[in-house]
Nanobody, 127 residues
């Protein structure tokens, strides 16, 4: 089964940018739909963005639409999240997640729909 490892988190000032990466191993990356979620202290894990097996299919939470971009490289087995115009409320631990999907364009927005998770990477935005 696939293993996931996030990287790229850190401390950034409000208005800045960060790019998160999620390296996948142990499975056929192209068979999985992928997602990014985040969890702030005392809050539930929330959906950020999703991408289908096909790079053509993406979705975003309203709170990040226009600022974040999800992408995947099925050759390098990597998922990315480009984050721009960061706000203090974006501060959270960010997780990548994977689930097998029979359809190339299907998207999944609930944590319960994903079977595989990374360990998370901390993003802190100072105001």
């Amino acid at each position: 089964q696939v293993q996931l490892a996030e990287s790229g988190g850190g401390l950034v000032q409000a208005g800045g940018s960060l790019r998160l990466s999620c390296a996948a191993s142990g499975g056929t990356f192209g068979e999985y739909a992928m997602g990014w979620f985040r969890q702030a202290p005392g809050k539930e894990r929330e959906f950020v963005a999703a991408i289908g097996r096909s790079v053509l299919s993406t979705s975003y939470a309203d709170s990040v639409k226009g600022r974040f971009t999800i992408s995947r490289d099925n050759v390098k087995n990597t998922l990315r999240l480009q984050m721009k115009s960061l706000k203090a409320e974006d501060t959270a631990v960010y997780f990548c997640a994977a689930r097998r999907s029979p359809w190339s364009n299907d998207l999944y927005g609930s944590p319960n729909e994903y079977q595989h998770w990374g360990q998370g990477t901390q993003v802190t935005v100072s105001s």
